[in-house]
């Protein structure tokens, strides 16, 4: 057993094979799926796609390595209090495989080409392995703690920005209406005038992805889960960039309200946030 492998397995191997396999289906769905259900609120959409594309990876993984733990969002009740109390409930776990299946869901939906798949690895709690898959544009965003972060074979370095003013910067509107939305916004309203511009695409690990590849400079959102999270916060530490909670704490797998930068302009940021009191709840 290696960090990154028992016997000749690689946890990574497996990764890139389970979200390609994944997305690969999830593609040939677009326009063609049955099942279409609200979750928590109206706003909150879930397909058979999302249910089989977690079904398909958890047979994977367990394939692989049957005695690792596995944490996936359609695996979990609806909502906030239940997202949080199966993350508790399985962090100590010695290795954890951190999945969402489809993050994107609306945007799959109604067949906006952004959506991707998520799977991460914790050992120890610790994030080791980071695998994110856009299967529209073919893009596989691989990180492994230590080694880098790669785009089709190529290292990923987050932005040069040094400056909000020069930066594009995403965010994502919050399901959650009555708690989360009217902060965001207020955060916005705040953050618009300072940088550059401000992109709302629709799912939160893709857009990490993008800080990664530095295509955007800085990412926030408030309400997240774990599985939105944890393989994008690996490919931007191993591009070079910052991954914190909005008060500027240092990322761990119980962050909801996420910031993350090509670390230039991640204090400016953070402040911005914090003046607007568009931190969280
Ligand atoms: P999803 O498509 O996997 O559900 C968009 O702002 C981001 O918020 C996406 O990553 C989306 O992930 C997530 N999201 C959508 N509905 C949500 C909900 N009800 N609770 C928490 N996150 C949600
Ligand atoms: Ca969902
Ligand atoms: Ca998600
Ligand atoms: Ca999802």
Redesign the pocket.
């Known amino acids: 057993t290696t960090r990154f492998s028992v016997g000749s397995k690689s946890f990574t191997a497996v990764a890139i094979n389970t979200a390609s396999k994944a997305g690969e289906w999830i593609q040939s769905k677009l326009g063609d799926f049955n099942t279409l259900q609200t ?3 109206v ?4 397909t058979e796609v ?1 249910k089989g594309a977690e079904t398909m990876i958890r047979n994977l993984i367990q394939t692989h390595f049957p005695t690792h733990a596995i944490l996936g ?1 359609e695996g979990v009740e ?3 209090a239940a ?1 949080q109390s199966a993350l508790e409930r399985m962090r100590g776990e010695e290795y954890l495989w951190i999945v ?1 299946p ?7 939906v109604h067949g906006f080409p952004f ?1 991707s798949v998520s799977i991460a690895l914790a050992h120890k709690g610790e994030v080791i392995v980071g695998v994110v898959y856009n299967p529209i544009h073919n893009e596989l965003y691989v990180a492994e703690k230590g080694k880098g972060a790669y785009l089709k074979g190529k290292k990923m370095r987050v932005s040069a920005e040094p400056l909000l003013t020069d930066s594009l910067v995403a965010t ?5 209406k009555q708690h989360a939305l009217p902060i965001n916004l207020q955060g916005l309203q705040s953050l618009t005038p300072k940088v550059r511009n401000i992109r ?1 695409a ?4 893709l857009h990490m992805a993008y800080v990664a590849a530095g295509r955007l400079s800085g990412f926030w ?1 408030i ?3 774990s ?2 999270i944890a393989a994008g916060a690996l490919l931007i530490t191993e591009a070079g960039g910052k991954v914190t909670d909005t008060l500027g704490n240092p990322y761990n797998l119980g962050v909801r309200n996420l910031l993350c930068s090509n670390g230039h302009i991640h204090d400016e940021f953070a402040q911005q946030l914090a003046e607007a009191g568009a931190t969280g709840f």
Do not use: I, Q, R
């Open positions: 979750k928590y609120s706003h909150d959409l879930v999302d969002e609806p909502g906030p997202s969402d489809l993050d994107g869901t609306t945007n799959f959506f994502g509107f919050p399901a959650d709302v629709g799912s939160a690990a959102e309400g997240l889960n599985w939105d």
